[in-house]
């Protein structure tokens, strides 16, 4: 069981930045990947980034790629997405989640198991 809590969301003019942080719970973190979806209103929850467990492969939505980053800190049971260059596209809950198979990079919603509630991120044109 991992109980995931976000933080960092807030209100950004576009071209500025954020940085979003998720607090795991369970001595198990380091074996899940983990991954940063998001959903804008009346949208389907899409994908945005992704890290396996040791850090050392990551997947982004081309969307973001080169703007956004993806991180994870095993010993502090931390994940986080520095995001840079914001847009008004950008808008929208933002949610971490936890994958059981810690080998993955996936983009599948249905192949993460945990799921934090959600940080609101607004960029203002």
């Known amino acids: 069981q991992v109980q995931l809590v976000e933080s960092g969301g807030g209100l950004v003019q576009a071209g500025g930045s954020l940085r979003l942080s998720c607090a795991a719970s369970?001595?198990?973190?380091?074996?899940?990947?983990m991954g940063w979806f998001r959903q804008a209103p009346g949208k389907e929850r899409e994908f945005v980034a992704a890290?396996?467990?040791?850090?050392?492969?990551?997947n982004y939505v081309t969307s973001v790629k080169g703007r956004f980053t993806i991180s994870r800190d095993n010993a502090k049971y931390t994940v986080a997405l520095q995001m840079n260059s914001l847009k008004p596209e950008d808008t929208a809950v933002y949610y971490c989640a936890a994958n059981p198979n810690g080998r993955s990079w996936s983009t599948l919603t249905s192949e993460y198991d945990y799921w934090g509630q959600g940080t609101q991120v607004t960029v203002s044109s």
């Open positions: 369970g001595r198990t973190f380091s074996s899940y990947s």
């Open positions: 890290i396996n467990w040791s850090g050392g492969i990551t």
